[in-house]
């Protein structure tokens, strides 16, 4: 019974990576898809574990029909046998971590029921069948000699292929790449992360301690190799962030320890202590160097699922034949390399391979990835309706920017950070609703000082007193008034001074007028006394102007009648 209890403790440890990728895969993408990604984690659990139970554990550990499937135990029932049930449970878990790897991958960009299609086919079919292939008795590789005491490839590869293909066939989120560059997309919570990244470190002690199937003297050394492995790469995962990037960046620790945890899940039963932290280094090292490639060839893994489980799972298959002790293999040392090579490539090829040429059809009839709307505004409310403060801050800012509505507020949750946020937006938009009033009123003050001088102008009506009303303000309005009122008073003293101007000027003309009508008046007068009244009419029948050129013509005529014909000669002119 203790060998039982221990592999239900263990199941129930496995079972909490489910929860590690929740808390991780959340973590390291943003915050309008978190719900997306841990409703998918949760959900890609109850498929995988329905599925396994009809028919995925027949598949996989049924009677053996010649090493490439199984053909008994479909709609799985222990009866009576409880050591079978605990063994059901304990590998029902692994193939939901297996599926689950491909949630982080893929996430941000593809439909929640595309994913779980990706669910079916891996925890229904490629799992299973590998599955056989490796860790049934009778399975083909494993009569081969093909060692993976854990599930490197088997659990880990399996998921990575499987979210490689899938990647290449839904493409890049929006903005990752461009011509010139790699664009890093933020995590939305790296410590949502790192706990995250402890859980499975806790889950794996039992993923790898529980694969003993017996509470035996391997299991401590099983834990101890499994946590070597991950503090190397760890380290690793550290120096090689500090020499790459001039800091320690979060990411890299916690992908450099997961591969490390990887990495030796192959291998943890056959190798020493050292050995084991060497594993772990170099599986961090592989990682990062598939992680580099990944992103120069652009292919967009939003959690490095691929890098970490497909590469670090590969190294660690590899690291049997390389350095597991040879009493404890199948075969020698390069043979056993050849085998775990055949194993992996295998791997590789029935689960990318099956998933890329599958997914290829689907994409034609249905098409796996949201649009770039729901991509912009989060699968969080494109494909759950679940509205966040964060996505209600977003739109009353939207709305604010179409409808120019200062009066709109956003809705404040007390107690958290984005409720803060949006405290203080509110204040902000208090403050620019009262400028934006104040601005109104000064601008309908303006037109009204504006009209005022308008109409002065065009009336020819100038009245300083029109600009009392304002010219008592303290502010620019105030001045402008003032200032006006100053130039009209001017405007005013101008027209005065004017008027007064051509008031002397016509008097000073109907003086010349007068002066030049007398001076005619009396040469002629003397000149012809007896015809005055006569002169007199004839003067006043011409113009001033005619009568200066008259002036000189009266010293010459002789006789009234010349004078006569003078003055009608110059009318005609």
């Known amino acids: 019974m203790i060998d039982q209890l221990w592999l239900l403790i263990c199941s129930g440890l496995v079972l909490l990576m489910q929860g590690g990728f929740m808390c991780l895969e959340s973590g390291l993408t943003r915050s309008k898809n978190s719900i997306n ?3 998918k984690n949760f959900a890609d659990f109850a498929v995988s574990v329905l599925l396994f139970w009809a028919f995925g554990y027949a598949l996989m550990f049924g009677f053996s029909h010649n090493g490439w499937f199984g053909t008994n135990n479909f709609l799985f029932s222990s009866s009576s046998k409880s050591l079978e049930a605990v063994f059901f449970i304990f590998q029902a878990m692994f193939c939901g971590t297996s599926t689950t790897i491909i949630s982080g991958a ?16 891996v925890s229904g079919l490629i799992y299973p069948l590998f599955g056989h292939w490796a860790w049934n008795q009778n399975g083909w590789l494993k009569g081969i000699g093909f060692i993976d005491f854990a599930g490197s490839s088997v659990v880990h590869s399996i998921g990575a292929w499987v979210s490689l293909g899938a990647l290449i066939v839904i493409g890049a989120r929006n903005g990752r790449f461009s011509t ?7 995590g939305s919570n790296l410590p949502f992360a790192v706990l995250g990244a402890l859980l499975l470190w806790v889950g794996w002690i039992g993923f790898n301690g529980g694969s003993t199937f017996a509470f035996n003297t391997k299991v401590p050394n099983v834990i101890l190799h499994t946590i070597l492995s991950g503090v190397g790469g760890m380290i690793c995962g550290m120096i090689l962030s500090q020499f790459q990037h001039q800091r320690i960046e979060v990411e890299e620790l916690i992908n450099g320890s997961l591969a490390g945890l990887v990495g030796i899940t192959a291998s943890c039963h056959v190798v020493s202590s050292p050995i084991a932290l060497i594993i772990g280094i170099t599986s961090a090292g592989v990682t990062n160097l598939a992680s580099f490639s990944l992103k120069r060839w ?3 893994d939003a959690v490095d699922a691929v890098p970490v489980h497909g590469g670090a799972g590969v190294w660690g298959t590899i690291c049997v034949g390389l350095f597991g002790d040879l009493e404890l293999l199948n075969h020698s040392r390069g043979s056993q390399i050849i085998v775990q090579l055949l194993g992996i490539s295998v791997a590789f090829i029935w689960a990318f391979g099956l998933t890329f040429i599958l997914l290829n059809l689907l994409n034609r009839y249905y098409v796996l990835r949201v649009s770039a709307e729901d991509e912009e505004v989060g699968l969080n409310i494109s494909e759950h309706g679940a509205s966040t403060d964060t996505y209600e801050l977003f739109q009353v800012m939207d709305i604010q920017a179409r409808n120019h509505d200062l009066t709109l507020r956003v809705p404040v949750q007390p107690f958290t950070e984005i409720g803060h946020i949006a405290h203080r937006y509110n204040q902000v938009m208090d403050a620019l609703e009262v400028n934006h009033r104040q601005n109104v009123e000064s601008l309908e003050e303006l037109y ?8 002065a ?6 009245h300083p007193s029109d600009f009392d009303d304002f010219c008592d303000r303290p502010d620019d309005l105030g001045i402008l008034a003032r200032t006006l009122q100053q130039m009209l008073e001017i405007l005013n003293k101008q027209q005065e001074d004017l008027i007064s101007a051509k008031q002397e000027l016509n008097s000073a003309q109907e003086h010349k007028q007068n002066l030049i009508h007398d001076i005619i008046s009396k040469i002629l007068e003397t000149r012809f006394p007896d015809n005055s009244a006569e002169i007199i009419h004839l003067i006043n029948t011409i113009s001033s102007a005619d009568k200066i050129n008259l002036i000189p013509e009266t010293l010459r005529v002789t006789k009234i009648e010349e004078l006569s ?9």
Request: charged residues 20%; aromatic residues 8%.
């Open 37 to 39: 990604v841990a409703v």
């Open 106 to 121: 893929v996430a941000e960009r593809l439909q929640f029921w595309a994913y779980l299609i990706i669910a079916i086919l």
């Open 448 to 455: 009204t000082i504006t009209a005022t001088a308008v109409s």
């Open 457 to 462: 102008i065009e009336n020819n009506h100038f």
């Open 565 to 573: 014909s003078l003055v009608k000669n110059l009318r005609q002119k």
């Open 180 to 186: 010139e560059k790699i664009n890093k997309i933020q």
């Open 298 to 300: 652009g292919i967009d």
